[in-house]
């Protein structure tokens, strides 16, 4: 990114559930960045998963956001409502051979895993151990036109001899970072039952709207790698990153739905103010 491109960040949840403080201090964090510096706040639902999303968590996270005090430039951008855009990406990538369909089931990968010697674990789980690469063409084609449910994966070594030079990231914190796609293995970037993955959607769509800093939890700093190779793929711009620490408990354990973070509606509910959930969430008025 050059110095003189306008700040865009964004907010990109997923509507899997109710917001919670960790969500507010990273829409803060966005939010502040590009008010500070005169620029773009874009939020963009990320709801491509229809068997984890609902349209109800939507609506409420527009809900609190505004109760929080946060306002955005533009529309929203609703992921589901474009999965036209990135059947494009994946069709462009397809006709340069860097993906390949696969047919296999879970049990089927973690029967062939379970057998090998050595199973290679990257940031999303066990590698994928090449299974559908091994079919002859003749019955991949008679698959396909037999309409066969397929995900799509990522021709990792095809992918990274694409690359024509090292491949690197810049982090707010952590200065220059070196990347290691290679660590996620033929990752699928769409799914049988969902025809994008979010490794695919998050790339296409910062690209597509400018974002220049993507802020985000340092539990997605792996992701960044696989982000970088993606964008060099598609040529879309690199952007900044500021990946930042997940807020904790008392405890000292990472906030999450799972562990049954108060969202902002039970704060809401027992009469703290928005003002007092910015402070809880790390940011002074
Ligand atoms: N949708 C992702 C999440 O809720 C965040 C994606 C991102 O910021 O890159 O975890």
Redesign the pocket.
């Known amino acids: 990114m050059t110095a003189t491109a306008p700040l865009v960040t964004?907010f990109?949840?997923?509507p899997t559930g109710f917001l919670h403080l960790g969500h507010a201090h990273a829409a803060l964090l966005a939010w502040r960045g590009a008010r500070e510096a005169g620029g773009r706040f874009l939020l963009r639902i990320?709801d491509i998963d229809s068997t984890r999303c609902r349209p109800e968590f939507t609506e409420a996270i527009l809900e609190d956001l505004r109760w929080l005090g946060l306002d955005w430039d533009g529309p929203v951008r609703v992921q589901s409502r474009h999965m036209a855009h990135y059947q494009q990406t994946l069709a462009a990538l397809r006709q340069r051979d860097l993906l390949y369909p696969c047919f296999c089931t879970r049990g089927e990968i973690a029967r062939e895993i379970a057998a090998s010697a050595s199973a290679p674990h990257g940031p999303d789980g066990p590698l994928y151990p090449g299974i559908c690469l091994r079919l002859p063409a003749g019955e991949v084609e008679a698959r396909l036109a037999e309409g066969e449910p397929h995900a799509l994966r990522l021709h990792m070594s095809r992918a990274l001899r694409c690359l024509e030079g090292p491949l690197t990231f810049e982090d707010a914190t952590r200065g220059r970072i070196a990347c290691d796609p290679a660590q996620f293995g033929d990752v699928v970037l769409a799914r049988k039952e969902v025809p994008a993955s979010?490794h695919l959607c998050?790339t296409h769509d910062d690209a597509r709207d400018g974002v220049t800093l993507?802020t985000?939890?340092d539990d997605?700093l792996p992701?960044t790698d696989l982000h970088r190779l993606l964008q060099v793929l598609m040529r879309w711009p690199e952007p900044d990153y500021a990946h930042h620490p997940l807020l904790a408990d008392a405890a000292g354990r990472r906030l999450s739905k799972r562990d049954g973070a108060p969202t902002l509606r039970d704060l809401r509910e027992k009469g703290t103010t928005p003002a007092e959930v910015r402070s809880l969430a790390g940011w002074s008025d």
Request: no cysteine; net charge positive; glycine share 8%.
């Open positions: 964004r990109a949840p997923s990320e979010y998050v993507v985000r939890g997605l992701a």
